[in-house]
């Protein structure tokens, strides 16, 4: 864990000064009469203090093997998985709600389950169906329309 | 101890609970809950987070006792998982896969099962008698309390909640502070200035917590899932005899009667709650027993007791949250939120305020140990098959339910793009060895904090030994230094020694 506290304590000594830099730029006041930027500059000395302690107690452990921080397994899947839920956001309010969401639950199981297109499409089908049925007409949700009206 | 008043409120709960709208709620939420907790990787915290929009337009009350439900149900349902798979399904039931899968070892899964489920639905019962007896009168106290009280209390409850929690707890309090400085994205509610909004006008109001938490916990949990591959093996065990004997009773009677107590307090304590109540009270059951050798062999009370405390702390936790409107762990931090969400004001006057919305909830608890009894023992080979059901195709269904879930609170797609950030801060808090509750209880806590530490400085000019001068603030500050120095002095000491060898 050396490294990874180092790491990360040093993201947190960082982001200690953004708030004091960000919360002195607003109006600290004083004491007797704090405003806006006196909670994020006591909030950011107080991260920098223990941050110290943090990245002080790293330097002093052992050095020892680390395994992989990040994705062990199925990179290519988790990476894809979030440009598609990126892709969803973009495009729910051009496409419409059934239409992006039958798109975005057919490509997702064409991926994950590396199964036949129409499979993935039956799915994408029953999910985007199921959930308009459930949160735009029982719940009566306002979702977008889009181009496709639906 | 029940004064007319009193039997009065508990039978208008009771009309509220039993109206068939809250009943389906809070059926649901028991199932939901027990299939939640069943499932491994996917826990009370992430289904509230998901569930969370689906309670927009419900009452209060209704959102109320369905994740209520929820939450005490994922405790029955881990336990499913625990005894016969020795996976345990939830957090708080690990120390129940020690004696309840050696019983499925001997053939004695039946009773194992059938005793947690027995020991949950007695503590439970006394554990919201506690909560309908305690809450009132704490609220009451609390409405004595002033800013700086409240401030004091706050930071003992960070304390707190860093040192008993799983992890590190200066990362816990790292965390909770960096919660807390994402809590003051947004207009200072004082002086109506901006504060690190960017610009962008979307989270001038303050980041929508639905986003941080599907994002933390429903998108990271299916991450890490995913990255790590997660495979139920299917239970081939035949299980029977659910009713426990005579002898299993009598070994029991006194682990559930302790576990109660030791659950119902702990969750009283901030960061306590179901999984330190489980391992107090497991720790306890080998201590006293005559038999100590028998524990981790397949001992009934190793299961009765942790089951039974694990049920009445997170019944027990409820006490802060609808009394002082303080969420002591993640689960009623949620809770808080949702509560917030349908513009209810969580604090002591939350009870005078909405009465309906308490009573009707605690009495719903009863009713909620009731169904997860019937529900629970007739249906565990249902829960066993649920276990089948591939996580490729369960992962796609959770990520739709939190893209719509987080989409529908403001119609916004900034609030898609926010959840990916904070999927992607707790992603990296996880791997980094920070556990992702203290961030929310932060970022929650945050405007109570604030206002309260601004308010108070404000009353005593500035001055800081005014926390020390009111008998409540003073108690609760130095619990709080206690607390804090507890910690910090074996850290010192480590480092000395670690110097002395460097040396």
Same mark, same amino acid.
């Given at each position: 864990?050396?490294?990874?506290?180092?790491?990360?304590?040093?993201?947190?000594?960082?982001?200690?000064?953004?708030?004091?830099?960000?919360?002195?730029?607003?109006?600290?006041?004083?004491?007797?009469?704090?405003?806006?930027?006196?909670?994020?500059?006591?909030?950011?000395?107080?991260?920098? +203090? $223990?941050?110290?302690? *943090? @990245?002080?107690?790293? #330097?002093? %452990?052992?050095?020892?093997?680390?395994?992989? /921080?990040?994705?062990?397994?199925?990179?290519?899947?988790?990476?894809?998985?979030?440009?598609?839920?990126?892709?969803?956001?973009?495009?729910?309010?051009?496409?419409?709600?059934?239409?992006?969401? +039958? $798109?975005?639950?057919? *490509? @997702?199981?064409?991926? #994950?389950? %590396?199964?036949?297109?129409?499979?993935?499409? /039956?799915?994408?089908?029953?999910?985007?169906?199921?959930?308009?049925?459930?949160?735009?007409?029982?719940?009566?949700?306002?979702?977008?329309?889009?181009?496709?009206?639906? | 101890?029940?004064?007319?008043?009193?039997?009065?409120?508990?039978?208008?709960?009771?009309?509220?609970?039993?109206?068939?709208?809250?009943?389906?709620?809070?059926?649901?939420?028991?199932?939901?809950?027990?299939?939640?907790?069943?499932?491994?990787?996917?826990?009370?915290?992430?289904?509230?987070?998901?569930?969370?929009?689906?309670?927009?337009?419900?009452?209060?009350?209704?959102?109320?006792?369905?994740?209520?439900?929820?939450?005490?149900?994922?405790?029955?349902?881990?336990?499913?998982?625990?005894?016969?798979?020795?996976?345990?399904?939830?957090?708080?039931?690990?120390?129940?896969?020690?004696?309840?899968?050696?019983?499925?070892?001997?053939?004695?899964?039946?009773?194992?099962?059938?005793?947690?489920?027995?020991?949950?639905?007695?503590?439970?019962?006394?554990?919201?008698?506690?909560?309908?007896?305690?809450?009132?009168?704490?609220?009451?106290?609390?409405?004595?309390?002033?800013?700086?009280?409240?401030?004091?209390?706050?930071?003992?409850?960070?304390?707190?909640?860093?040192?008993?929690?799983?992890?590190?707890?200066?990362?816990?309090?790292?965390?909770?502070?960096?919660?807390?400085?994402?809590?003051?994205?947004?207009?200072?509610?004082?002086?109506?200035?901006?504060?690190?909004?960017?610009?962008?006008?979307?989270?001038?109001?303050?980041?929508?917590?639905?986003?941080?938490?599907?994002?933390?916990?429903?998108?990271?949990?299916?991450?890490?899932?995913?990255?790590?591959?997660?495979?139920?093996?299917?239970?081939?065990?035949?299980?029977?005899?659910?009713?426990?004997?005579?002898?299993?009773?009598?070994?029991?009677?006194?682990?559930?009667?302790?576990?109660?107590?030791?659950?119902?307090?702990?969750?009283?304590?901030?960061?306590?709650?179901?999984?330190?109540?489980?391992?107090?009270?497991?720790?306890?059951?080998?201590?006293?027993?005559?038999?100590?050798?028998?524990?981790?062999?397949?001992?009934?009370?190793?299961?009765?007791?942790?089951?039974?405390?694990?049920?009445?702390?997170?019944?027990?936790?409820?006490?802060?949250?609808?009394?002082?409107?303080?969420?002591?762990?993640?689960?009623?931090?949620?809770?808080?939120?949702?509560?917030?969400?349908?513009?209810?004001?969580?604090?002591?006057?939350?009870?005078?305020?909405?009465?309906?919305?308490?009573?009707?909830?605690?009495?719903?608890?009863?009713?909620?140990?009731?169904?997860?009894?019937?529900?629970?023992?007739?249906?565990?080979?249902?829960?066993?098959?649920?276990?089948?059901?591939?996580?490729?195709?369960?992962?796609?269904?959770?990520?739709?339910?939190?893209?719509?879930?987080?989409?529908?609170?403001?119609?916004?797609?900034?609030?898609?793009?926010?959840?990916?950030?904070?999927?992607?801060?707790?992603?990296?808090?996880?791997?980094?060895?920070?556990?992702?509750?203290?961030?929310?209880?932060?970022?929650?806590?945050?405007?109570?904090?604030?206002?309260?530490?601004?308010?108070?400085?404000?009353?005593?000019?500035?001055?800081?030994?005014?926390?020390?001068?009111?008998?409540?603030?003073?108690?609760?500050?130095?619990?709080?230094?206690?607390?804090?120095?507890?910690?910090?002095?074996?850290?010192?000491?480590?480092?000395?020694?670690?110097?002395?060898?460097?040396?």
């Amino acid at each position: 864990m050396r490294k990874r506290d180092l790491i990360s304590g040093s993201f947190f000594f960082i982001l200690g000064i953004y708030l004091i830099g960000g919360g002195s730029k607003l109006q600290f006041g004083s004491f007797s009469t704090p405003k806006t930027g006196f909670f994020p500059v006591i909030l950011g000395v107080s991260l920098i +203090f $223990l941050s110290v302690i *943090s @990245i002080g107690k790293a #330097l002093a %452990s052992e050095r020892s093997k680390e395994n992989h /921080l990040f994705f062990k397994t199925n990179s290519l899947k988790i990476v894809f998985l979030f440009s598609t839920m990126i892709a969803y956001g973009v495009l729910v309010e051009i496409v419409g709600f059934l239409g992006t969401t +039958f $798109l975005w639950f057919s *490509s @997702i199981m064409l991926i #994950l389950k %590396s199964g036949s297109p129409i499979k993935a499409f /039956l799915y994408g089908a029953f999910a985007s169906f199921a959930c308009y049925v459930l949160f735009n007409i029982l719940l009566q949700g306002q979702f977008p329309r889009g181009f496709v009206g639906i | 101890m029940l004064s007319s008043g009193m039997i009065d409120q508990i039978l208008q709960g009771l009309s509220i609970a039993v109206t068939p709208l809250n009943l389906f709620y809070c059926f649901f939420g028991c199932l939901i809950g027990t299939l939640v907790g069943v499932l491994p990787g996917l826990g009370p915290v992430a289904s509230i987070a998901l569930l969370m929009p689906i309670t927009y337009k419900l009452p209060a009350v209704s959102a109320i006792i369905m994740f209520a439900g929820i939450y005490y149900g994922a405790q029955y349902g881990g336990t499913i998982t625990s005894v016969l798979m020795n996976i345990p399904g939830e957090a708080t039931t690990v120390v129940t896969c020690i004696d309840g899968y050696q019983m499925t070892l001997r053939g004695r899964s039946g009773p194992a099962l059938g005793i947690a489920a027995f020991g949950s639905f007695i503590g439970g019962s006394f554990a919201i008698f506690g909560l309908m007896l305690l809450a009132p009168p704490l609220a009451q106290l609390a409405l004595k309390f002033g800013p700086p009280e409240y401030f004091s209390l706050i930071l003992l409850s960070l304390a707190l909640i860093s040192y008993l929690g799983t992890g590190s707890p200066l990362k816990a309090l790292i965390v909770a502070i960096f919660g807390m400085a994402v809590g003051t994205v947004g207009m200072d509610i004082e002086t109506g200035i901006p504060r690190f909004t960017h610009g962008i006008n979307t989270i001038y109001n303050g980041i929508d917590i639905v986003p941080v938490i599907m994002g933390m916990f429903g998108l990271t949990e299916v991450i890490i899932n995913l990255e790590e591959g997660v495979t139920a093996q299917l239970v081939k065990a035949k299980i029977k005899g659910l009713l426990p004997n005579r002898q299993d009773w009598r070994d029991s009677k006194g682990p559930i009667f302790r576990g109660t107590f030791i659950g119902f307090f702990l969750g009283l304590i901030p960061g306590g709650g179901a999984l330190i109540s489980a391992f107090a009270s497991y720790v306890l059951e080998k201590k006293i027993s005559k038999h100590p050798d028998k524990f981790g062999h397949g001992a009934i009370e190793g299961v009765a007791g942790p089951e039974t405390a694990n049920n009445t702390g997170c019944i027990g936790a409820f006490v802060p949250m609808l009394s002082l409107g303080l969420p002591f762990n993640a689960i009623t931090a949620i809770l808080l939120g949702a509560l917030m969400i349908h513009g209810v004001e969580p604090g002591p006057l939350f009870i005078p305020q909405h009465p309906d919305i308490f009573w009707g909830a605690t009495t719903s608890m009863y009713l909620g140990n009731v169904i997860l009894l019937v529900l629970n023992l007739p249906l565990i080979p249902l829960w066993v098959q649920i276990l089948r059901i591939p996580y490729l195709l369960l992962a796609p269904i959770i990520l739709l339910i939190c893209l719509i879930g987080v989409y529908s609170c403001n119609y916004n797609t900034v609030d898609i793009y926010l959840m990916l950030i904070f999927a992607g801060v707790g992603y990296g808090m996880r791997k980094f060895g920070y556990e992702p509750a203290p961030f929310i209880l932060g970022m929650i806590l945050c405007p109570m904090i604030e206002n309260a530490f601004r308010q108070s400085l404000i009353m005593s000019d500035g001055s800081f030994s005014f926390f020390f001068e009111r008998p409540i603030s003073a108690f609760f500050m130095i619990m709080a230094i206690a607390v804090m120095v507890t910690y910090m002095i074996p850290l010192a000491r480590k480092k000395k020694k670690i110097v002395k060898v460097n040396l």
